[in-house]
């Protein structure tokens, strides 16, 4: 899973990157932002059953940079480019509730869930008689997760996975000048069945789901 998701993001940065040039085509741009994850519900096959574990996790900050660069203009005020980004996201862990103790928050929930992408990312542009300029887009590539469970008595989901990873686009950008814009938008992204291992005083059992994350970014782009 690991090689073909590196592979996709290799083949789908290389196209973004290897386009016909035009004047001021290539940027780089950095990204601070509000992270929301969306509760992870792990389940597997523990104690002899299917069970699950919902973890609640805490708003927190995701940072990232791009490096991109113009491809074309299909006309009618819209225009391809495309990315090549580097993001973190970290959640702490809010609270914990195993389906296997009944309905009800566990006690002692600590750790956090953190991801590092690598995405290859296409977007287009929506030219405006303004200075502003909307987007969108979309992106694949692989999510690094670094799982960090804890609760109960001394029981844990923990694990280093590396997945398949899709991501969704949308914002505005504000030109400043030739060089230099200011841009918001927001990044949806899943990692595709995170592994982890969950460890109690019964055990060990293989466990995992689907982790998404959105976030509310600010950033500013340089063009060159």
């Known amino acids: 899973m690991f090689t073909r998701s590196l592979l996709g993001a290799t083949l789908l940065a290389t196209t973004t990157l290897a386009a016909p040039a035009f004047a001021q085509d290539w940027y780089v741009q950095g990204f601070l932002g509000y992270s929301y994850a969306d509760d992870a519900e792990h389940s597997g096959n ?3 059953n299917t069970q699950s574990v ?3 996790l805490d708003e927190d900050l995701s940072y990232g940079v791009s490096v991109g660069r113009n491809i074309t203009s299909f006309g009618n005020g819209l225009s391809l480019r495309g990315e090549v980004e580097l993001s ?12 296997g103790n009944g309905a009800g928050n566990e006690a002692n929930p600590g750790g956090d869930i ?19 300029t909307p987007y969108f887009g979309g992106g694949l590539g692989v999510g690094f997760f670094d799982q960090n469970i804890s609760y109960g008595n001394g029981v844990t989901i923990r694990g280093d996975d590396e997945v398949f990873t899709a991501q969704l686009i949308a914002g505005t950008s504000y030109e400043i000048n030739d ?14 069945d995170v592994t982890g291992t969950r460890t109690s005083p019964a055990g060990t ?16 782009r340089f063009t060159f």
């Open 114 to 132: 953190s991801a590092t992408y690598l995405l290859g990312n296409l977007i287009v542009d929506v030219e405006t008689s303004s200075k502003f």
């Open 205 to 220: 059992a293989t466990v995992s789901d689907d982790l998404s994350n959105t976030s509310l970014n600010l950033g500013v």
């Open 179 to 192: 060089q230099v814009s200011l841009f918001g938008d927001v990044r949806y992204t899943r990692g595709f």
């Open 88 to 99: 973190y996201r970290s959640n702490d862990v809010n609270a914990v509730d195993f389906s």
């Open 46 to 48: 523990i104690g002899g």
């Open 54 to 56: 919902l973890t609640d």
